[in-house]
Nanobody, 119 residues
Framework: VQLQESGPGLVKPSQTLSLTCTIS??????????VSWIRQPPGKGLEWMGA???????FYASSLKRRTSISRDTAKNQVTLEWNAVTPDAAAMYYC????????????WGQGILVPVSS
């Protein structure tokens, strides 16, 4: 199983950040399969952002619920994270990870993608 993040190399403040996690080896619709997004701002710890389940249900960290959305494309086996109207605090390393049953007990991680936010 492999997860691979992709997205822009740079985002400007007020733009929308869109990141894609492509999964190979597991199907998004497999029972109990969950894909989470995690971020790590510079100099800070890991922050769980949200997740999408095998049924397409989503849930988010309360601090980010109004700013982000997670969706999926089951045909492409991809999960997308969008963050609208980013501010400089969105700059971080972003990871996607997968688990069976619990969004916090990630079993497989992508390598991560660094997203700077700058005008």
């Amino acid at each position: 199983v492999q997860l691979q993040e992709s997205g822009p190399g740079l985002v400007k403040p007020s733009q929308t950040l869109s990141l894609t996690c492509t999964i190979s080896g597991d199907a998004l619709t497999t029972n109990y399969y969950i894909v989470s997004w995690i971020r790590q701002p510079p100099g800070k710890g890991l922050e769980w952002m949200g997740a999408i389940t095998w049924t397409g249900g989503t849930f988010y960290a309360s601090s980010l619920k109004r700013r982000t959305s997670i969706s999926r494309d089951t045909a492409k086996n991809q999960v997308t994270l969008e963050w609208n109207a980013v501010t400089p605090d969105a700059a971080a390393m972003y990871y996607c990870g997968s688990a069976f049953g619990s969004p916090g007990d990630l079993e497989v991680w992508g390598q991560g993608i660094l997203v700077p936010v700058s005008s």
